[in-house]
């Protein structure tokens, strides 16, 4: 199964939900993408973390100076139990780093990408006589182990490099041409003997059609297909 989350939103919570009730067991592995996640409600993000968490653990925990920690547990049985791959990147923020944290320690899940933003924090905005807004950090998330979030963030099991233009083009094509296209090679024709003995060479053809018609090549997810090959050499050493 494949879910991304987007902005951790009570809309994309109820679509969570949904789709996790769609796959029911149908699915033995689970590829979350919260590469482009954020938010900076913990409340929100702990309800998603919640869906995978075992009940009565403790998610994250909002660290104060003034001692005053506020600890997000989960009050739920899980809606899926089983392998969970992780894509993070830099675009990885804010409540959705808590949510991968939790992920990591409890589900064992992978980690794949790039390092999170680091930006785990609570803000207190402050008006200012001016009219502006004075935006302090006031609380730091800590993930289950006890390990601060802020500033630097998660670091990948596996580190895949992927340009952020690259990502955002994959993610704007992908809701019109779903994501086959930029995680499996499309079958093109070869030069072999047949068209040695026509004297054409089919992978120049196509090469022209696509140049004349203004076609360009569509980017490759890194690291939703290095995701994908993980997720399919561990099925296959299991089944050994």
């Known amino acids: 199964g494949y879910l991304r989350f987007g902005s951790l939103t009570p809309a994309n919570l109820q679509a969570l939900e949904k789709n996790l009730a769609d796959f029911g067991k149908k699915i033995d592995a689970l590829i979350i993408d919260l590469r482009a996640s954020w938010t900076n409600d913990f409340g929100i993000s702990s309800d998603f973390a919640k869906r995978f968490s075992p009940k009565g653990k403790t998610l994250f925990t909002l660290r104060k100076a003034s001692k005053q920690d506020r600890a ?3 009050d739920r049985d899980p809606a899926y139990q089983g392998l ?19 992920l990591r320690f ?29 935006r302090v950090a006031v609380a730091e998330a800590v993930s289950p182990d006890g390990h601060s979030l802020y500033p630097d963030g998660l670091k990948p099991d596996l580190p895949v490099e992927m340009s952020m233009v ?20 499309v079958e093109r024709p070869h030069f072999n003997e047949a068209a040695l003995m026509a004297g054409t060479n089919p992978e120049l053809e196509l090469a022209e059609q696509r140049r004349w018609r203004g ?7 890194a690291v939703l297909q290095r995701a994908l090959d993980l997720v399919a050499s561990l099925e296959i050493y299991q089944k050994r």
């Not at 690259?166 to 930029?182: H, I, M, T, Y």
């Not at 076609?215 to 997810?221: C, I, K, N």
């Open 72 to 74: 997000f547990n989960s």
């Open 84 to 102: 969970i791959v992780l894509l993070t990147d830099g675009d990885t923020a804010g409540g959705a780093e808590t949510i991968a944290a939790a």
């Open 106 to 134: 409890y589900d064992k899940a992978l980690i794949i990408g790039q390092p999170t933003a680091g930006h785990a924090v609570e803000y207190s905005d402050l008006p200012l006589p001016s009219g502006k807004i004075l």
């Open 166 to 185: 690259d990502k955002r083009q994959v993610f704007q094509l992908s809701a019109e041409k779903g994501l086959g296209p930029f995680v499996y090679d």
């Open 215 to 221: 076609q360009e090549r569509l980017p490759r997810d």
